[in-house]
Nanobody, 125 residues
Framework: QVQLVESGGGLAQAGGSLRLSCTAS????????VAWFRQAPGKERQFVAV????????AYLDSVKGRFTISRDYAKNKVYLQMNSLEPEDTAIYYC??????????????????WGQGTQITVSS
């Protein structure tokens, strides 16, 4: 069982930056993908970014490309989401998710059995 713990959430002004961290504990050698999703009030949970745990290949939601960067520190079992040029539309609860499967869509929340508790990001205009 993989446990995920997010940190780094908070309040930022539009145009500002925040960095989220996700720490994975136990059995990380089995992981294939680690992703960030977000859920804004009244909206469905949405894919934001994903990174291959071993290979490091990344993919992003179109609206965050060029502003957000996902990265990992393999030795520390951490995945980061650096968020720059934040916009009020980025306000949401951000979740870290992980999967040991390489057989399902890495963009779909249904593919991820392991989830963190979520961390709130609020961007003011």
């Amino acid at each position: 069982q993989v446990q995920l713990v997010e940190s780094g959430g908070g309040l930022a002004q539009a145009g500002g930056s925040l960095r989220l961290s996700c720490t994975a504990s136990e059995r990380t050698s089995s992981l294939k993908h680690v992703a960030w999703f977000r859920q804004a009030p009244g909206k469905e949970r949405q894919f934001v970014a994903v990174i291959g745990w071993n290979v490091g290949v990344t993919a992003y939601l179109d609206s965050v490309k060029g502003r957000f960067t996902i990265s990992r520190d393999y030795a520390k079992n951490k995945v980061y989401l650096q968020m720059n040029s934040l916009e009020p539309e980025d306000t949401a609860i951000y979740y870290c998710a992980a999967t040991s499967s390489d057989n399902a869509s890495k963009y779909s929340q249904q593919s991820y059995p392991y989830w963190g508790q979520g961390t709130q990001i609020t961007v003011s205009s």
